[in-house]
């Protein structure tokens, strides 16, 4: 080993310099990352900052109202829905098959229309029965009749003969009692001496042959009275056989009756002009008219409404009750269509409440309908005095109004105001409030469309206070 090479240099001075110098690069870089970790996070902190700190508020955006809509806080307001008064779902009286459907929701019907077809060739073929046995009944009428009239003709006929007969047995017996006064003569002429005994015998033999004509023309008028008495028991009989035929052809027509009702049945007609809103079976389903729990069968096979008999249902608070009246009008405002306002008239007021609710029901006569109004659509009804004039439903005929919830306004310094916000700071305005119901006051004056407020502000909220918007 050369020890010569292994000394110490001690006059070098770079490795000292380097060592003083050497910290300073290391803390500019761990400047430059704090920097950094600032700028990156500085939002997030401060937003995490601002959460823990500002109030969190829910905002409305103030919008224009029609003056129609307008209306619904200058009276008594409740909401309800557009209802038929006249529904029906429509249904078989006989269980069977659907063969045929002939409407669809939409579909327009008059009375006494098909509505839908059963399967019906039994109950078809039972009606040919039954008209079959009609005809048999009917032919054994006409029969019963034929012989009544031929049995009515034997006994006039008998009648006549019987007549003939005694007349006969009368002839004959004015023949005897002339043939007896002749014997008499000639016995009175044979005891004075003028008759002789020849006048005598031939007057005998001419009595006692008048006798035997006599007896014998009243045998045949027994005969002909016995022969009338059959005829007339015939004619009972024959009469009593058409009354029978005639019975029978009415139990047929009965029966003929019943098959075609109950082939009818088979036939679902609509009961009254409406529209078909629901159509609940389909050709090839079982339709039954007592559907049992558990059972595959339809009950119904639409639900049709008379759209002339659309009516309003509301539901009006018991605490606003006694300023409804019959009769009153009232404006009715769709929720689809609020800037349009229909002419109604209290109809009906239900004469029970809803416990639950705390509401009674309270029905309302539209006056004016169109084709926009539907079935279970919302509405919100006003009621007015019967003196108060109708809300302006024209929006160019009066300016638009502006409505907000009463939670919305506050009170600071004796005055009525909301808060706008403003980016993240709120300036509270002062306002003119107007009418206020069902949570709504209308907005003479302060606020303007497309302003933004504050929705329940908090109480320690004041003019130029931060706040954040909470999740909507």
Known sequence: MDLQNL????????????RRSGPWPLRLLLLGVIAAAVWLFWRPLTGFADRMRLPAVRTLLVTETAPATAAAVRGTAANGYV????????????????????????????????????????FRAALQRAEADLAVATAAVQRAERSAAASGAELDQARAAAATARAQA??????VQWLDGELQRVQDLLRTGIGSDRDLL?????????????????????AADAATALAARRTEVAAADLEVATAQRAA???????????????????????????????????????VQGGS??????????????????ANVPETTLASVRLGAPADMFLDAFPDDRYDGQVDRIW??????????????????????????????????????????????????????????????????GAFLVERD???????????????????????????????????ELRDGSRVRLADQ
């Open 7 to 18: 000394k110490i240099d001690r006059g070098s001075k770079p490795t000292t310099a380097r």
């Open 83 to 122: 209802v038929a008064a006249r529904r029906a779902a429509l249904s078989s009286d006989v269980p069977g098959r659907i063969v045929e459907l002939a409407v669809r929701e939409g579909s327009v019907v008059k009375r006494g229309d098909i509505v839908a077809r059963l399967y019906a060739d039994e």
């Open 170 to 175: 009368d002839e004959g017996r004015a023949g």
């Open 202 to 222: 031939r007057a005998r033999t001419d009595l006692d042959g008048g006798k035997a004509r006599l007896q014998a023309l009243q045998s045949a008028a027994a």
């Open 252 to 290: 047929a027509a009965a029966a003929r009756d019943l098959a075609q009702a109950t082939l009818d049945k088979t036939d679902v007609r609509a009961p009254f002009d409406g529209i078909v809103v629901l159509k609940d079976a389909e050709v090839g389903e079982v339709v039954s008219p007592n």
């Open 296 to 313: 595959n069968a339809r009950g119904a096979v639409c639900t049709m409404v008379d759209f002339d008999s659309l009516e309003v249902q």
């Open 351 to 416: 004469p029970t409440a809803d416990r639950q609710k705390a509401t009674v029901e309270v029905r309302v006569k539209l006056l004016r309908k169109d084709e926009r109004l539907r079935p279970e659509m919302g509405v919100r009804v006003v009621f007015r005095a019967a003196d108060a004039a109708a809300p302006v439903a024209d929006a160019t005929a009066a300016p638009r109004a502006i409505l907000v919830p009463e939670q919305a306004l506050v009170q600071q310094d004796g005055r009525t």
């Open 425 to 459: 700071t709120v300036r509270f305005v002062a306002v003119t409030a107007g009418e206020r119901r069902a949570g709504r006051v209308a907005i003479d004056a302060g606020l303007t469309a497309g302003q933004t407020i504050v929705l329940d502000p908090p109480a």
